[in-house]
């Protein structure tokens, strides 16, 4: 159900040849029961999209006040996520003509944060103002904290303060890109659905335990929703527009930004691209989610088989054709992947990660890796890393 019913304002199409820029039509739906009228440009009859013609006839609530964001930027955020999350907004606004939401950037101190690339980004206020404004009734309807890498030594007792007393006064949370992992460090997301962008997907189920996570690009769960962040942020907002002010206006700031539609949440984030495209076996796909679900515990080939109703030829002969490789080497990937991401960013000892990863010993893994990778776990190691072992994760609140 929608919370606000707002439309498009009459737009004219300017001739933007003529030195005049005089309008030669505009977007107007015919009265009721009157029949069509038939405006032309160069004897072609003006077909006006269905959505605008829609929008063009709703009218604003009396009273409805805009849809507001507060958004908690974590230096080494990505501009990319951030321009894909304010852009559709301020495109709303623009189409509409009319004040649908507004937004305010917050960092720790009220100073400009720097993004990934290393631009100064300039806020709104700072964590303490928001507080403030809190205390005082003025809440946002949405607060969204985006990240980037290296979030593990961005993990702040004043934002995850802050971040309680958002959930606490029923305001709508976000994490986008690794804004997940504050979420999670802050207690919010005991018996939750979430995402994270998918490098960090290992090390936030192994960190923190009995997460329910999924490799999505955002998961919606009741007032928590976790965006992978990058491009999907785009997705996440314009679902927030479709939403808040209908599918009509949400297609509309897709058109203009030359897309199609917003992709669905649930499309995994991690997918090969041989599996996105048209025509790929849905039981390739199935056998490939199989796998992906059972690392640590890795499946025999005629357990998948039974599983997707397929037999073990078909399943070697679909993942030649899109995969160009054997199940058994596509498998081992998949596996070696989850364990470069924990060697990359936690400090889980070696064999911890090992065994999360289905191999038996160190010995069989370090020599698995030193064959794929060219070095041993070790060499392995990232820089930022989550100080756990696998008998210390990370508490939970209940």
Same mark, same amino acid.
């Given at each position: 159900?929608?919370?606000?019913?707002?439309?498009?304002?009459?737009?004219?199409?300017?001739?933007?040849?003529?030195?005049?820029?005089?309008?030669?039509?505009?977007?107007?739906?015919?009265?009721?029961?009157?029949?069509?009228?038939?405006?032309?440009?160069?004897?072609?009859?003006?077909?006006?999209?269905?959505?605008?013609?829609?929008?063009?006839?709703?009218?604003?609530?009396?009273?409805?006040?805009?849809?507001?964001?507060?958004?908690?930027?974590?230096?080494?955020?990505?501009?990319?996520? =951030? !321009?894909?999350?304010?852009?559709? %907004?301020?495109?709303?606004?623009? @189409?509409?003509? *009319? +004040?649908?939401?507004?937004?305010?950037?917050?960092?720790?101190?009220?100073?400009?944060?720097?993004?990934?690339?290393?631009?100064?980004?300039?806020?709104?206020?700072?964590?303490?103002?928001?507080?403030?404004?809190?205390?005082?009734?003025?809440?946002?309807?949405?607060?969204?904290?985006?990240?980037?890498?290296?979030?593990?030594?961005?993990?702040?007792?004043?934002?995850?303060?802050?971040?309680?007393?958002?959930?606490?006064?029923?305001?709508?949370?976000?994490?986008?890109?690794?804004?997940?992992?504050?979420?999670?460090?802050?207690?919010?997301?005991?018996?939750?659905?979430?995402?994270?962008?998918?490098?960090?997907?290992?090390? =936030? !189920?192994?960190?923190?335990?009995? %997460?329910?996570?999924?490799?999505? @690009?955002?998961? *919606? +769960?009741?007032?928590?929703?976790?965006?992978?962040?990058?491009?999907?942020?785009?997705?996440?907002?314009?679902?927030?527009?479709?939403?808040?002010?209908?599918?009509?206006?949400?297609?509309?700031?897709?058109?203009?930004?030359?897309?199609?539609?917003?992709?669905?949440?649930?499309?995994?984030?991690?997918?090969?691209?041989?599996?996105?495209?048209?025509?790929?076996?849905?039981?390739?796909?199935?056998?490939?989610?199989?796998?992906?679900?059972?690392?640590?515990?890795?499946?025999?080939?005629?357990?998948?088989?039974?599983?997707?109703?397929?037999?073990?030829?078909?399943?070697?002969?679909?993942?030649?054709?899109?995969?160009?490789?054997?199940?058994?080497?596509?498998?081992?990937?998949?596996?070696?992947?989850?364990?470069?991401?924990?060697?990359?960013?936690?400090?889980?000892?070696?064999?911890?990660?090992?065994?999360?990863?289905?191999?038996?010993?160190?010995?069989?893994?370090?020599?698995?890796?030193?064959?794929?990778?060219?070095?041993?776990?070790?060499?392995?190691?990232?820089?930022?890393?989550?100080?756990?072992?696998?008998?210390?994760?990370?508490?939970?609140?209940?």
């Amino acid at each position: 159900m929608m919370s606000r019913n707002y439309g498009l304002a009459s737009r004219a199409i300017v001739d933007e040849q003529g030195g005049s820029r005089q309008a030669i039509a505009q977007w107007r739906r015919p009265a009721m029961n009157a029949p069509p009228k038939n405006t032309s440009l160069v004897g072609t009859p003006l077909e006006i999209p269905e959505d605008l013609q829609e929008l063009n006839e709703v009218a604003p609530n009396a009273g409805s006040r805009p849809y507001e964001l507060a958004v908690v930027l974590v230096p080494g955020f990505s501009q990319v996520c =951030l !321009s894909s999350m304010i852009e559709p %907004l301020r495109l709303a606004n623009n @189409l509409s003509a *009319r +004040d649908l939401f507004r937004w305010r950037l917050v960092s720790l101190a009220g100073k400009a944060v720097e993004c990934a690339s290393g631009i100064p980004i300039g806020v709104n206020g700072d964590i303490e103002s928001e507080r403030r404004s809190l205390d005082a009734g003025r809440l946002p309807d949405a607060a969204i904290v985006c990240s980037g890498d290296g979030i593990e030594d961005h993990c702040s007792a004043a934002v995850m303060s802050l971040l309680r007393l958002y959930a606490r006064r029923g305001v709508w949370l976000y994490g986008v890109g690794t804004g997940t992992w504050l979420l999670a460090k802050s207690g919010l997301l005991a018996g939750v659905r979430c995402t994270i962008h998918w490098p960090k997907l290992a090390a =936030l !189920s192994e960190t923190f335990d009995r %997460l329910s996570i999924d490799d999505a @690009l955002f998961v *919606r +769960d009741g007032p928590i929703v976790t965006c992978a962040g990058g491009f999907a942020a785009f997705d996440m907002v314009v679902d927030i527009i479709e939403r808040e002010f209908g599918s009509n206006l949400a297609r509309a700031v897709c058109r203009h930004l030359t897309t199609d539609h917003r992709r669905d949440g649930a499309i995994s984030q991690a997918a090969p691209p041989g599996l996105r495209l048209a025509g790929t076996s849905e039981k390739l796909i199935r056998a490939v989610r199989l796998m992906e679900r059972n690392l640590e515990e890795p499946l025999s080939l005629e357990q998948i088989a039974r599983t997707v109703v397929i037999s073990r030829r078909q399943i070697e002969r679909l993942f030649h054709r899109y995969l160009s490789m054997t199940p058994h080497r596509y498998y081992l990937s998949l596996r070696l992947a989850r364990a470069r991401q924990l060697l990359n960013s936690t400090n889980l000892p070696i064999l911890d990660i090992a065994i999360a990863c289905g191999f038996e010993s160190s010995s069989h893994f370090a020599k698995t890796c030193q064959d794929y990778f060219g070095k041993p776990p070790s060499g392995l190691r990232g820089q930022h890393r989550e100080p756990v072992s696998s008998h210390a994760r990370e508490p939970r609140r209940s």
